[in-house]
């Protein structure tokens, strides 16, 4: 079997190991694709995310999909949900799994994740896929959880005047779940032209590449930054009008989140912050068979998983939108 572990930052090692053995409760499972997620990038740039650090060489890879290998389930498709809760705690009790205190994650601490052409994991956390939705695309569906996940936290609503800043795959999404809401305006900021592109492609009315000073009205009911720097936060902040909402979905490079508080203050806002996701598969996947959201747009890159490094160095330019990594491809 081959796998790809990252030993600390932008260092990346494709090599041969041994095929992992299911455990109770646990299925083997054949990756097919694994899509590469702005918090990755920052395990592979930085060396972790705040103060999770990299403390042994770990296979990344969250966003996954693959085919059962053997058992009573052999032969179906599934998406992997990534994170293991306790299933004990108060937050798990009351379906907050992801503020779970003791909360497992693929690709992180002790869990490897899926850059890898075998794995096994929990059969309660194996979620089976129809076959309209390519196993290219069942990656999506992870980050598509965490859209719904902050929809669900600060709905868009009919009539609503909606920001999206930042238009990464993530923000993509956030660009098609607001756009089921049919908000009067949906404005994407985002200062990548084929980023502004496929905003407008998946629903966005209007897209601009970035607020000068002064500019943007602050007539914005909500605004979702989807990226996480010190301008897409600035620029939320300014978007939103008085009374509004700034939903704060992105990952800081730095760990650290500011904005103007004068501002912020005056116009009495709102701010939510997003924390990965809540199981909420079925409409997830509901949404994409019916077509109100679409994945395939969003892949711009597919790679086989010996070239997984040359993956995520191109993810980092930010030169395309989704990359995916297929285990099982040959390299060509």
Same mark, same amino acid.
């Given at each position: 079997?081959?796998? !790809?572990?990252?030993?600390?930052? +932008? ?65 179906? +498709? ?32 002790? +869990? ?34 965490? $859209? ?6 600060? #709905? ?52 601009? &590449? !970035? ?30 009008? #008085? ?10 490079? &730095? ?6 508080? $004068?501002?912020?203050? +005056? ?21 994409? %068979? ?15 998983? %010996? ?24 390299? !060509?």
């Amino acid at each position: 079997m081959r796998a !790809a572990r990252l030993h600390g930052p +932008r260092d990346l090692q494709v090599g041969a190991e041994p095929e992992p053995v299911p455990g109770p409760g646990e299925s083997l499972v054949r990756v097919d694709a694994v899509g590469i997620c702005g918090s990755d990038l920052h395990w592979f740039l930085e060396g972790g995310i705040g103060t999770a650090r990299i403390e042994r060489p770990i296979v990344p890879g969250h966003e996954m999909g693959g085919t059962i290998v053997a058992g009573p389930r052999a032969g179906q +498709r599934v998406a992997i949900e990534p994170a293991v809760p306790c299933g004990t705690c108060r937050w798990c009790l009351a379906a907050q799994v992801n503020l779970c205190p003791t909360v497992g994650f693929a690709g992180q601490d002790d +869990r490897d994740g899926g850059l890898r052409e075998l794995m096994t994991w929990p059969d309660n956390l194996l979620i089976t896929v129809p076959d309209v939705i390519e196993d290219v695309e069942v990656p999506l569906l992870e980050p598509l959880l965490v $859209s719904l996940y902050a929809d669900q936290l600060a #709905p868009a609503r009919r009539g609503d005047h909606v920001a999206v800043v930042g238009c990464g795959p993530i923000g993509l999404l956030q660009v098609q779940v607001a756009a089921m809401a049919e908000p009067a305006s949906l404005l994407a900021v985002e200062p990548l032209a084929h980023r502004r592109t496929a905003a407008l492609s998946v629903g966005a009315t209007a897209a601009i &590449d !970035a607020l000068g000073p002064g500019e943007g009205e602050p007539i914005h009911d909500l605004v979702i930054d989807a990226s996480g720097s010190p301008g897409a936060v600035a620029a939320a902040v300014e978007l939103a009008r #008085p009374g509004g909402t700034v939903v704060l979905a992105g990952i800081p490079d &730095d760990d650290t989140t500011t904005f103007r508080a $004068s501002t912020a203050r +005056r116009k009495g806002l709102t701010f939510v912050l997003v924390r990965r996701s809540v199981p909420a598969h079925e409409r997830a996947i509901r949404l994409v %068979e019916t077509g109100h959201v679409r994945l395939a747009p969003l892949i711009s890159h597919r790679l086989p998983l %010996e070239e997984a490094p040359a993956a995520f160095e191109l993810a980092a330019r930010r030169d395309g939108l989704k990359v995916v990594v297929e285990p099982g491809r040959s390299v !060509a």
